[in-house]
């Protein structure tokens, strides 16, 4: 279980650690180094919040320092213009103060993604500037002149407030990428679908990534105007937006050893070339040039390489993950053919006359199925016969269907996603886990409450993977596959709704999967619909069988009967090849 | 309010140029090139370089166009080469990383001298409805809606189009049946610079000396392809002269020096609305 048990301890003591050498080699430096360290941290903070929006939650916002540019206000405006509040007391109001303005550029992340996002990001980038250089913001203009007090002007002592306040916010992203919110961060950014799928929200984990990104470079902003003593709009153009998203890729800024590099490079090379009087200019070439090959090869940037060796080194001690086979030796529940189906059922799930159009398309005709708790019923039918519009459905995917759909007597019509998701989970047909995250990890983001080492080691021990440290992209698709069933049973829901689980397993491995789909209702508590072309599996697994035909049911009932039925034959392979018996 | 309209034409004219070429890349090559206009910008800037040997205007315009073909050239080949089965993002992204590596350079090559470009109209204006417009801003709005009529006919009728719509809808499998997509792929980017560069020529004269407010025309440009969904490029061009208007517009009234937020404001209001049904990432 050692794969379990280790958090965030081995990140935070190397962080301390690295800071403890940077603070060794800087605070004994000449004046004019210290500053450029000072500075280089401020932009290893800007480059964390970075790391959190687009590294872990994968959204392209190109407006952090941006965000910067409120703190930067609210100090200038604290602590210059009014005088009310004392530097640095005032960086804790700058930092919050964009939070405000970070759930507000947000919003629209709630419906554009991708590039669409980052032209609205950008938008917000250029708007702040121009808003900014107005000088009509309180605190934005560059004659107010911001001061230390006399116990942080002593030699080296800025340094160390700044120094302090990088290790305390990298040591905040490093808890929180392990705590829940930084899990459904990488979630969502993986796939929405699949994360609502498991109870995560996706508008308060977008909430969540934009707050906390935007309180790290509100904070940073606040110390910059901090250190050059008065807000200066050149600071926060979009150019220096993209300069450090630029930075930020290189680096790969999700980790906080590559925010600590982006600030490192960015303030030596530029002190280098000062020194050397060479333009500045060479130094956002080389980031630009740098930024592309990093893009190219997409490892992950400089942190990526970094964790890429570390693992390297410590695979060498680990066992290479083995899925164990289901023991033999555990009695097998024999599966005798069901009764036929009631309709009418009081626990388990119930579709009741469902329909799905879309436009013209019926995708589901007025479908009725019943699957009893702690039952497993098959579903089958030709591609296209509506078998994952029945299950999109169930999960919540499709808002305007006609019919109902319940669990254990309780409706799931106009119910959220993340909220079906304490009665219903799912899985799908393509590989939705978070490559990013170990084993252990996925089922303790997948369980919607709070889960118990134990908990979590019985169900890898179900489907037999074991507690390995490895990164879920590492591991083969089988596993990946039985993970996503894992994952559905750790947030202990009343339905399992498993979507092809078999596809491109072989004979042995899709009869190893049936076994333990047999289990499931006993051990788990939970009913299970399984919708599945291996009929070999459907045989194994399913008393009971429901066929799907042009979004119509055709058949209903114990599964040797309709699987020998000559209409579900001919829906299946085509009415010419029928031959009568 | 007449006179803002058409003194919003000019800047229009730009962004819709722009937006034609950023919605044409983007559908034929899956990028959005956020570098469009600073590439372009590198393109007029080269002109101001030949103009320095006492050359004819025209001749350093066409000059110009050589080299913003070349810089497209440059461009394409490296998303050909090493972001051909990346995603949207991937290639979107290294744009960036583009237009950085632009102003790096166009600002070595302006290095906040003032340089004064010869319009080749040589400011000459016609008069419509009593006002004066340039005939600069005339020639760009049509420039950018003739473009859009002969993209899309183009498409339609060629077989280099045919061959570019396969390329669009999976590269790798226009490969395989016989389309030279790393070819295409430079060819597109050429043409994009080409564009780009002769749309840059027209703000160049009335433009600052500083090399970032040109590559910052992207934003406007963007928002008013977004407006065209990044599919259609008539409401694009539409959409980029509509944002030029609107800047004028707010250009002229007391909250004038908030002007830059214009695109921005315009873009979240209908995207929010035309998005609104958007709910999940992605399909299924």
Not at chain 1, 247 to 257: C, K
Not at chain 1, 429 to 452: C, F, H, I, M, W
Not at chain 2, 63 to 92: D, H, K, N, Q
Request: hydrophobic share 50%.
């Amino acid at each position: 279980m050692s794969g379990l048990r280790r958090g965030s301890i081995p990140s935070l003591l190397t962080l301390m650690g690295v800071m403890l050498v940077l603070v060794a080699v800087v605070y004994p430096a000449p004046k004019y180094w210290q500053y450029v360290a000072t500075v280089g941290l401020i932009q290893a903070a800007i480059g964390l919040s970075i790391g959190v929006v687009y590294g872990s939650a994968g959204m392209l916002s190109l407006c952090q320092v941006s965000l910067a540019a409120v703190g930067s206000w609210t100090v200038g405006y604290l602590s210059g213009q009014s005088g009310i509040i004392p530097a640095p007391w005032s960086i804790p109001f700058g930092a919050l103060l964009a939070v405000p303005i970070g759930l507000l550029v947000g919003l629209p992340a709630m419906r554009l993604r991708g590039v669409n996002l980052a032209i609205v990001t950008l938008g917000f980038a250029v708007a702040i500037y121009s808003v900014g250089e107005a000088g009509e913001v309180p605190g934005s203009s560059p004659t107010f002149f911001v001061s230390l007090p006399a116990w942080l002007s002593g030699k080296g002592m800025w340094f160390l407030f700044v120094w302090a306040s990088f290790l305390g916010l990298a040591a905040a992203v490093i808890v929180l990428r392990r705590s829940r919110w930084g899990l459904t961060w990488l979630a969502i950014a993986r796939s929405e679908r699949a994360a609502a799928s498991m109870g995560v929200s996706v508008f308060r984990t977008k909430l969540t990534a934009f707050g906390v990104s935007a309180f790290i470079a509100g904070w940073a902003g606040g110390m910059l105007v901090a250190t050059i003593g008065s807000p200066d709009p050149g600071t926060f153009s979009p150019l220096e937006c993209l300069s450090f998203f630029v930075l930020a890729v290189m680096m790969g800024a999700g980790y906080w050893e590559g925010a600590l590099a982006l600030g490192f490079f960015n303030a030596v090379s530029s002190a280098l070339l000062r020194q050397w009087n060479l333009p500045p200019e060479i130094g956002s070439l080389l980031f630009a040039v740098g930024s592309v090959q990093v893009l190219s090869a997409g490892h992950g940037g400089f942190s990526g390489d970094v964790r890429r060796l570390i693992n390297r080194r410590r695979r060498r001690d680990e066992h290479v993950v083995t899925l164990r086979s289901r023991d033999a030796s555990a009695p097998a529940i024999a599966r005798t053919d069901g009764p036929p189906p009631a309709i009418d059922i009081g626990s388990g799930l119930q579709f009741r006359d469902l329909t799905v159009k879309y436009g013209a398309v019926t995708a589901l005709d007025s479908v009725t199925i019943s699957v009893p708790e702690r039952s497993i019923v098959g579903l089958v039918g030709p591609n296209g016969a509506g078998k994952s519009t029945l299950v999109d459905a169930a999960s919540g995917f499709i808002p305007s269907y006609t019919g109902n759909i319940m669990v254990d007597g309780r409706s799931l019509d106009g119910m959220p996603v993340h909220h079906r998701a304490r009665l219903l989970r799912r899985t799908f047909q393509s590989d939705r886990t978070v490559g990013e995250l170990n084993p252990g990890d996925y089922l303790r983001l997948s369980a919607v409450k709070a889960v118990t080492i134990a908990e979590i080691g019985e169900i890898l021990d179900f489907v037999g993977c074991p507690a390995t440290r490895t990164r879920l992209d590492q591991l083969d698709v089988r596993t990946r596959r039985l993970l996503m069933i894992g994952s559905c049973l750790v947030g202990q829901p009343k339905v399992a709704l498993i979507d092809e689980p078999a596809a491109g397993l072989s004979a042995d491995e899709s009869e190893d999967l049936g076994l333990r789909l047999l289990d499931i209702p006993e051990r788990f508590g939970a009913a299970v619909l399984v919708i599945e072309h291996d009929m070999e599996l459907v045989r194994l697994v399913c008393p009971t069988v429901a066929v799907l035909d042009f979004g119509k049911l055709i058949a209903f009932g114990p599964t040797a009967a309709v699987l020998d039925d000559p209409q579900v034959q001919a829906a299946y392979l085509g009415d010419e090849l029928v031959v009568p018996a | 309010m007449y006179e803002q309209i058409l003194g919003g034409l000019v800047a229009g004219g730009v962004y819709a140029a722009l937006a034609v070429c950023v919605v044409v890349m983007y559908q034929m090559l899956g990028v959005l090139s956020f570098a469009q206009s600073a590439l372009g910008a590198l393109g007029a800037c080269s002109m101001l370089w030949f103009q320095s040997f006492g050359m004819n205007p025209w001749l350093s315009v066409l000059l110009g166009l050589v080299v913003g073909a070349a810089i497209g050239v440059v461009a394409g080949w490296i998303m050909a080469r090493y972001f051909l089965e990346a995603s949207v993002e991937v290639r979107s992204a290294a744009t960036v990383g583009f237009l950085v590596a632009s102003v790096a350079i166009g600002n070595r090559i302006l290095n906040g001298s003032t340089y004064s470009f010869p319009d080749p109209f040589g400011g000459r204006t016609v008069t419509i409805g009593g006002q004066g417009i340039p005939i600069a801003t005339l020639v760009e709005v049509t420039l950018a809606f003739v473009l859009a009529v002969g993209i899309s006919v183009g498409l339609k009728k060629t077989f280099l189009g045919a061959q570019l719509r396969a390329m669009s809808e999976r590269a790798t499998t226009a490969q395989l049946l016989g389309v030279r997509v790393g070819l295409l792929t430079v060819l597109v980017w050429s043409a994009g610079c080409v564009v780009s560069t002769m749309a840059l020529v027209f703000v160049l004269p009335t433009s600052t000396t500083s090399f970032p407010p040109l590559a910052y025309l992207i934003v406007p440009a963007t928002a008013a392809a977004l407006l065209g969904l990044l599919q259609n490029i008539y409401m694009a061009a539409l959409g980029g002269v509509l944002i030029g208007i609107a800047e004028s517009l707010v250009l002229a009234s007391r909250f004038g020096r908030y002007t830059d937020a214009i695109p921005f404001l315009i873009v979240v209001a209908v995207m929010m609305y035309w998005r609104r049904k958007d709910v999940w990432s992605e399909a299924r």
